[in-house]
């Protein structure tokens, strides 16, 4: 990802948009070319090193037609928005601005594995659902659902692990321009993107 100096983002940022926007496009080359996937992913510490899981219907070529000699990459999105050049201060001045997008975007490269093992899937599954839950008055878990259905439902799904080999974050958010069109672009955009 092109990442100009002043667009980097601090890692413990970066992981921190992969935690509240877990919503992930995994992208992985296949044998008739580039497969993408929406899902979400749980970031998570291993014994080797981070990596993101989550799974895929049994049905979603996905986990059967990539390459795992070729990395995968998951891309999260944070919140975007077209900023218009009349925010900034420097239209009414010298008119030299032009439009643009400001955006939070987190890129993951790794190595994907399919996870098939049923007890592993489950533990996935309710990892996931866990995390989501988390925070509400009565969490639902998966162990509320009968026994039978959530293993017919197990049967339908595989497992996928990205162990992650680097991560990227980029902030485009008006931090190259002048402080007077940052405070133009922050009310412009105020209520569609957060802004730190």
Do not use: C
Not at 47 to 52: I, K, T
Request: charged share 20%; glycine share 10%.
């Amino acid at each position: 990802m092109y990442i100009p100096d002043a667009f980097t983002m601090e890692m413990q940022a970066a992981l921190d948009l992969i935690d509240h926007r877990p919503l992930a496009t995994l992208v992985s080359l296949g044998d008739g070319g580039l497969l993408s996937t929406l899902l979400p992913l749980l970031r998570e510490r291993g014994a080797d090193g981070l990596r993101l899981t989550g799974h895929v219907a049994r049905a979603n070529p996905h986990w059967r037609r990539f390459d795992p000699g070729v990395p995968s990459l998951a891309l999260f999105q944070g919140g975007d928005g077209y900023v218009s050049p009349s925010w900034y201060l420097g239209k009414a001045i010298h008119h030299k601005v032009v439009p643009t997008w400001n955006y939070l975007t987190v890129h993951v490269h790794g190595r994907l594995e399919v996870v098939e093992d049923p007890d592993a899937v489950l533990a996935i599954v309710s990892r996931l659902t866990d995390r989501q839950e988390m925070g509400r008055e009565v969490p639902w878990k998966v162990a509320d659902a009968p026994a039978d259905f959530i293993a017919a439902n197990l049967r339908a799904i595989v497992g996928l692990v990205l162990h992650v080999d680097k991560v990227e974050g980029k902030a485009k958010l008006s931090q190259n321009r002048p402080e007077a069109d940052r405070a133009g672009v922050r009310a412009g955009l105020s209520g569609v993107l957060e802004i730190p």
